[in-house]
């Protein structure tokens, strides 16, 4: 018999579905709008985080990203996560706090923070590998 992961190791964290935030978010609800109405949900956070890079708001990205970094912590957390193990990109409802890892990381180098930087691109490759190409930090 053989398993396709090491039992010793952590199960992975999923996130659950926020249908409606991400309906919003899809509809093309203003992310602003949708994290007003629903402060937990991390893809709306990582939305504004990587809008305000793209126009080179670096301090107002870092504050997106960094809610988005811990209201995803909090939702990790209550779904079970320690703090470390697999947190899979592939599972939809994770990319909003994996979004905003990579978004604060991005924000942190811009601003000069390399230890932030590094510990969150660390805890992005430690999470999911894939997510660290996904994010665009390869």
Not at 3 to 10: K, Q, T, V
Not at 61 to 85: E, P, S
Not at 121 to 138: F, I, N, Y
């Amino acid at each position: 018999m053989t398993h396709s992961r090491n039992l010793l190791e952590p199960p992975e964290t999923l996130l659950p579905e926020n249908p409606e935030a991400q309906g919003a978010l899809d509809a093309g609800t203003a992310p602003a709008e949708v994290a007003a109405a629903h402060p937990d949900f991390s893809a709306a956070w990582a939305a504004l985080a990587e809008a305000a890079l793209d126009a080179q708001e670096n301090i107002a990205a870092y504050a997106y990203a960094r809610t988005g970094y811990h209201r995803g912590l909090d939702a990790l957390r209550k779904a079970g996560w320690k703090g470390f193990g697999p947190v899979p990109w592939r599972h939809a409802p994770n990319r909003g706090v994996l979004r905003s890892i990579a978004a604060l990381a991005r924000a942190a180098k811009a601003i000069g923070e390399d230890d932030e930087f590094d510990r969150c691109r660390q805890l992005l490759e430690d999470s999911d590998p894939s997510s660290v190409e996904a994010t665009g930090l390869a």
